[in-house]
């Protein structure tokens, strides 16, 4: 039979292990596990080709749960996706990426005892040993996979990067997956820990190759919690000043501009954000603490707390953060909201109480 072996894809990289971890990509359609889509989702808007490796590691995910006709339907979605990257490769080799999506959907076509298909697809396999630009897009592609699985995949995020990065350093993408696998880790440890300077300057490099607004967002937010404000106000004004199309953006904008206390900064991008969702619950959070902590208005900052249309304090402590707390593997992104709403609603409760007492006093 066909040497399906020496391919490089999911199937090769040895990623088994993947399918008993209970944040696989499978799960994540339950209610559960659902919070974790909003990011993937974040990364997909702005970054095809993670688009295309998570669709394709739903193909092997689907074919390990021997459901190999739900596994060949995605892989017909992850052809479409990959007409999608050819438009806009961002310097990663699509011979590559043409490489990984052939041999995946090999190997599940020879699950099927496709053979005759299998032999139809060999004729066109580009085979990837010399470029150093094709075998740093095949580790990168690699780092991808494994970074869905948070911190079960952290250790072969990490070092499929640097991989990728020695072979192909000019290519942008790979830092900024090696910063995120470094703040998996450092996250997932369950430490606040400051940003080693390895993962500020993955995301620094990220940012000046590729020039990317929403990469940019990860850049400033490190140097933010590096204690570095001078450096996260200039780089997210820079990002403002690109004038993004994503609302997303806006959305980590404005927390910045907030929490750096530049109100003028912070009210452009929430007023943008009024006109594009205004009923985002990203949004009115950010508003509550806008009115709070930047304009300090008490008078409208007390007419959105108690307007049940605005108010989701509420929600945040009934609802929310027992359902993130609930789940047994958290991730990076859920450790941050958890924080976030637990500064919320504190914020929130200290301010009703000391309302509270004022009028009291006042009587």
Not at 206 to 220: D, P, Q, R, S
Not at 272 to 289: A, D, I, M, R
Request: aromatic share 12%.
């Amino acid at each position: 039979m066909h040497e399906l072996k020496h391919l490089s894809c999911p199937f090769t990289w040895d990623m088994s292990s993947v399918t008993s971890y209970s944040g696989r990509i499978l799960n994540r359609e339950n209610e559960r596990l659902s919070y974790w889509m909003d990011e993937d989702n974040n990364d997909f808007k702005n970054i095809s080709i993670m688009k295309l490796m998570f669709s394709l590691m739903t193909s092997y995910e689907y074919t390990e749960d021997d459901k190999l006709e739900e596994a060949i339907k995605q892989i017909e979605i992850s052809e479409q996706i990959f007409i999608e990257l050819v438009s806009a490769p961002n310097n990663i080799s699509i011979k590559a990426v043409d490489h990984i999506l052939k041999g995946t959907k090999c190997f599940i076509l020879e699950r099927m005892n496709k053979s005759s298909e299998i032999t139809s697809i060999f004729k066109t396999f580009h085979l990837c040993h010399q470029d150093t630009v094709e075998l740093g897009t095949l580790y990168g592609c690699r780092a991808i996979a494994w970074s869905f699985y948070f911190d079960a995949g952290v250790v072969e995020t990490i070092r499929n990067s640097e991989k990728a990065i020695k072979l192909d350093s000019n290519n942008g993408l790979w830092h900024f997956i090696l910063g995120k696998g470094l703040r998996t880790k450092r996250k997932c440890s369950g430490s606040y820990s400051n940003p080693s300077g390895r993962e500020q300057m993955a995301f620094h490099s990220a940012f000046m190759l590729l020039c990317n607004a929403y990469i940019g967002t990860y850049h400033a937010h490190t140097q933010y919690e590096s204690k570095n404000l001078v450096e996260a106000k200039n780089i997210y004004t820079m990002i403002l000043s690109m004038k993004p199309s994503e609302y997303d953006i806006y959305l980590k904008l404005a927390l910045g501009f907030i929490r750096l206390r530049e109100s003028d900064k912070a009210d452009v991008c929430l007023k943008h954000l009024e006109e594009k969702v205004p009923s985002n619950p990203k949004y009115l959070h950010y508003k509550g603490l806008y009115l709070e902590k930047c304009k300090k208005d008490s008078e409208h900052f007390q007419d959105f707390m108690y307007n049940p249309k605005t108010n989701i304090y509420h929600v945040l402590k009934m609802d929310i953060i027992p359902k993130l707390k609930s789940i047994q593997d958290l991730n990076e992104s859920t450790f941050e909201m958890i924080k976030q709403a637990e500064e919320a609603y504190k914020a929130y409760q200290t301010h009703i109480t000391e309302d509270a007492n004022g009028k009291m006093t006042d009587n």
